[in-house]
């Protein structure tokens, strides 16, 4: 049961605004001590297939490429192992103690609309259950991500899959974040779901047009943004500089992050480019 919970969990799993011309989900980097340009791609982790675009563009950039880097590993053999501990609830808590009375109007919506009995996932923190919603926004039966697609591929070209960060580090930023917080957003969630399904829909025709800075500004409009900004977006893009300078000195290399991390005043692009870089818009 919790190998099957831990896969559905997994499959949901800034500058100022740019100029018009810069507009675009793949970017090229290059300069200061790169041989061959890698590539920056901007995904969005949940995408009905109809909607799902792997355009010619990202083809070239994939084959080019020596080597596949996600957010994390998620070919890592070991992940499952490696996410249980830190997605399970700690002591006596269980996920009914912290909805209280609105535990009830939770697990209805769960077994009436993701087929989850919340008592067989008790013990799961709020966040690992919170990501099942999400696949409830998209307007489809079935959906499926740019990371799989990407993974995929690799295996097809006989290329590595890493990561910008370890499947634990990402785990701690999500649970650093209280789960009074995402209790909160789970049912603010259940309780205007219309709401929520048009604001995703919002989000999927900004990336759709490929415009980076709408994202991310409809990203901190969002309420599940406030007040984390820093765990869930600065602090990571900061982090994974100094990685991404280290990954492409010696090879090329094909780099996908979810795509409002390439926006806004501390975005992987912004600070690419103070770095020394050069990082340009590719026709897709």
Same mark, same amino acid.
């Given at each position: *049961?919790?190998?099957?919970?831990?896969?559905?969990?997994? &499959?949901?799993?800034?500058?100022?605004?740019?100029?018009?011309?810069?507009?675009?989900?793949?970017?090229?980097?290059?300069?200061?001590?790169?041989q061959s340009p890698s590539y920056l791609y901007g995904t969005i982790h949940l995408v009905c297939e109809q909607d799902l675009n792997i355009s010619p563009g990202i083809i070239n950039?994939?084959? !080019?490429?020596?080597?596949?880097?996600?957010?994390?590993?998620?070919?890592?053999?070991?992940? $499952?192992?490696?996410?249980?501990? /830190?997605?399970?609830? /700690?002591?006596?808590?269980?996920?009914?103690?912290? @909805?209280?009375?609105?535990?009830?109007?939770? !697990?209805? @919506?769960?077994?009436?609309?993701?087929?989850? %009995?919340?008592?067989?996932?008790?013990?799961?923190?709020?966040? &690992?259950?919170?990501?099942?919603?999400? !696949?409830?926004?998209?307007?489809?039966?079935?959906?499926? !991500? =740019?990371?799989?697609? @990407? &993974?995929?591929?690799?295996?097809?070209? /006989?290329?590595?899959?890493?990561?910008?960060?370890?499947?634990?580090?990402?785990?701690? *930023?999500?649970?650093?974040?209280?789960?009074?917080? =995402?209790?909160?957003?789970?049912?603010a969630t259940i309780e205007e779901l219309p709401k929520q399904k048009a604001s995703f829909s919002r989000l999927l025709d900004a990336y759709k047009k490929q415009d980076i800075d709408?994202? $991310?500004?409809?990203?901190?409009?969002?309420?599940? *943004?406030?007040? @984390?900004?820093?765990?869930?977006?600065?602090?990571? %893009?900061k982090n994974w500089i100094p990685v991404i300078e280290e990954i492409t000195k010696s090879q090329s290399a094909f780099i996908a992050v979810g795509a409002m991390h390439l926006g806004?005043?501390?975005?992987?692009?912004?600070?690419?480019?103070?770095?020394? =870089?050069?990082? %340009?818009?590719?026709?897709?």
């Amino acid at each position: *049961m919790i190998k099957n919970f831990l896969a559905l969990f997994l &499959s949901v799993l800034g500058i100022p605004a740019l100029k018009a011309q810069e507009k675009s989900l793949l970017w090229e980097i290059s300069g200061k001590e790169i041989q061959s340009p890698s590539y920056l791609y901007g995904t969005i982790h949940l995408v009905c297939e109809q909607d799902l675009n792997i355009s010619p563009g990202i083809i070239n950039a994939v084959k !080019s490429s020596k080597v596949i880097y996600l957010e994390i590993d998620i070919d890592d053999p070991e992940m $499952y192992t490696k996410m249980a501990p /830190h997605m399970m609830l /700690h002591g006596d808590t269980t996920l009914q103690m912290l @909805f209280g009375d609105d535990y009830p109007k939770v !697990s209805r @919506f769960f077994s009436e609309n993701v087929s989850i %009995n919340l008592e067989q996932v008790k013990k799961f923190r709020p966040f &690992s259950i919170m990501s099942l919603i999400i !696949s409830k926004l998209a307007n489809c039966k079935k959906t499926t !991500s =740019y990371e799989n697609i @990407f &993974s995929e591929m690799a295996k097809q070209q /006989h290329k590595n899959v890493e990561g910008l960060e370890t499947v634990e580090s990402q785990l701690e *930023m999500l649970n650093s974040i209280p789960d009074s917080s =995402y209790c909160r957003q789970i049912l603010a969630t259940i309780e205007e779901l219309p709401k929520q399904k048009a604001s995703f829909s919002r989000l999927l025709d900004a990336y759709k047009k490929q415009d980076i800075d709408a994202l $991310y500004q409809l990203g901190m409009e969002s309420p599940d *943004m406030k007040g @984390f900004e820093d765990i869930l977006l600065t602090r990571r %893009n900061k982090n994974w500089i100094p990685v991404i300078e280290e990954i492409t000195k010696s090879q090329s290399a094909f780099i996908a992050v979810g795509a409002m991390h390439l926006g806004g005043p501390q975005g992987v692009i912004r600070l690419l480019r103070e770095a020394g =870089y050069t990082v %340009n818009p590719v026709i897709m």
